[in-house]
């Protein structure tokens, strides 16, 4: 799953693995991993320093997002949400939405694209 460097994930079918744990914080960053990759979407793992965020953007299919651990303000359509670790919430396409890192914070991105 891990290499030595930490460089690389992949996660094979029928191995086990703890989402929390393929990727660790950064001092003042959002660290991605993507461990899935299909042209119907993908499955993205973020860690994201408190204060850091992702500004404002649209894209054309829905996306869950499922809040592993920490907190977050995730803002749809300009309405605010706040999620904590175990909670998640469907992005819907072509709806402006932004995240913010409330306190340390990961998470799985589930892009849906068909």
Do not use: C, W
């Amino acid at each position: 799953m891990n290499d030595p460097a930490g460089k690389s994930i992949s996660v094979s079918g029928g191995e086990v693995a703890k989402a929390v744990e393929l990727l660790n914080y950064q001092n003042g960053s959002v660290v991605t991993r993507e461990i899935v990759k299909k042209p119907t979407g993908s499955v993205t793992i973020f860690a994201f320093d408190e204060g850091q965020g992702l500004s404002e953007h649209t894209v054309p299919f829905d996306a869950l997002v499922h809040i592993l651990e920490g907190e977050t303000e995730i803002s749809i359509a300009g309405q605010p949400h706040r999620l904590q670790g175990g909670e998640m919430i469907l992005l819907p396409a072509n709806q402006p939405h932004a995240l913010k890192a409330l306190k340390r914070f990961k998470m799985i991105l589930t892009k849906i694209r068909s």
